[in-house]
């Protein structure tokens, strides 16, 4: 029986050494939470997009899953908890909150790192013309769509509405852009306002129903000083055309929409997502997706960036050049 049992443990000692000794298999990818945003918005396009290319399913290193969100604010608390390890958030937020400046939340978000430069999000406010509505302030007294509570659009309609001292003095409707689109198209919205790439769907939806115009932002920004107290907006015009009756060149701000990840997000998993994705076939792949993404390059990767880069896109950039 001693002789049997001896056999037995050094079987059992011989199985434990031998799987000890086995590879790490696929179990062991690190698991990336990629936050986007509604559905059909951008945010998520860009979250479905990294989750769907091949050469990233095929990593055997990290596993992407695209996640919806409410946009940009809820990305940076979750990408900062580490709920998501990466995601979209607007640059001004990103810089907003690691210094603590957000609205009623003086919390510091510093763990949100970025990672590269996505897309320009310009603001853009329809109203109807003919309606007298030729200036911000001219929506005192009036229903406006004001973006998706938690959204990037809420929260920098809501930055500037205040910086102009109009935000308590409109009627605020927090929806999405379609919603905001199909709401003014049935007169019961004077105006709805935008932070995304143009031309925008809901806008071009707007403008097949009613008369449209956009109203001068950039005037509006120049004039109170906003560019001053916020300097990660920068200034831009919807160029005339771009939709349907708007025959003049409109301007602007926008802020830059930006792939983030949580500080703790392994190096290793950052720079090989870059690597991947920032090659001619993988720049192809987004395009391919939207037309927002037409700018999405080597060039334009580490543009519009106030705030701390994470180490696995600092060694990225710096390798080609860029930093």
Avoid at 53 to 62: E, N, Q, T, V
Avoid at 143 to 150: E, R
Avoid at 179 to 195: C, E, H, K, P, S
Wanted: glycine letters at 10%.
């Amino acid at each position: 029986m001693k002789k049997q049992s001896k056999m037995i443990f050094t079987a059992a000692v011989a199985l434990v050494t031998a799987s000890l000794a086995m590879p790490i298999t696929a179990s062991a990818k690190e698991r990336v939470v990629f936050s986007g945003g509604p559905a059909g918005g951008t945010f998520q396009v860009v979250a479905n997009a990294i989750q769907v290319y091949k050469p990233i399913k095929a990593s055997k290193d990290f596993r992407v899953k695209a996640q919806s969100s409410a946009g940009s604010v809820e990305n940076l608390r979750k990408v900062n908890s580490g709920k998501a390890q990466m995601g979209v958030v607007y640059s001004g937020h990103v810089y907003l909150g690691r210094n603590g400046k957000m609205k009623n939340d003086t919390r510091k978000y510093e763990d949100v790192m970025a990672v590269a430069w996505l897309y320009g999000a310009p603001a853009q406010l329809v109203v109807r013309k003919g309606s007298g509505i030729k200036s911000t302030k001219d929506l005192v007294g009036k229903k406006v769509g004001v973006g998706n509570a938690g959204s990037g659009a809420f929260a920098n309609c809501d930055l500037f509405f205040n910086y102009l001292g109009i935000w308590d003095k409109i009627e605020r409707n927090a929806m999405g852009y379609n919603d905001a689109a199909q709401a003014f198209g049935n007169n019961q919205l004077d105006a709805f306002w935008l932070f995304t790439a143009f031309p925008s769907g809901a806008v071009i939806m707007a403008a097949q129903t009613n008369d449209i115009d956009l109203i001068n932002l950039g005037k509006d920004a120049q004039d109170s000083g906003f560019f001053d107290q916020y300097p990660y907006f920068s200034k831009l015009s919807v160029p005339a055309g771009t939709y349907r009756g708007v025959d003049h060149d409109t301007p602007s701000f926008q802020d830059s929409a930006l792939w983030v990840a949580n500080s703790k997000v392994s190096e290793d998993t950052v720079y090989n997502m870059l690597k991947t994705l920032y090659t001619d076939e993988g720049l192809a792949h987004m395009r391919a997706q939207k037309k927002t993404f037409k700018d999405m390059s080597l060039k334009t990767g580490t543009q519009g960036v106030v705030t701390p880069w994470h180490p696995g896109a600092i060694k990225f950039w710096k390798e080609k050049g860029m930093m």
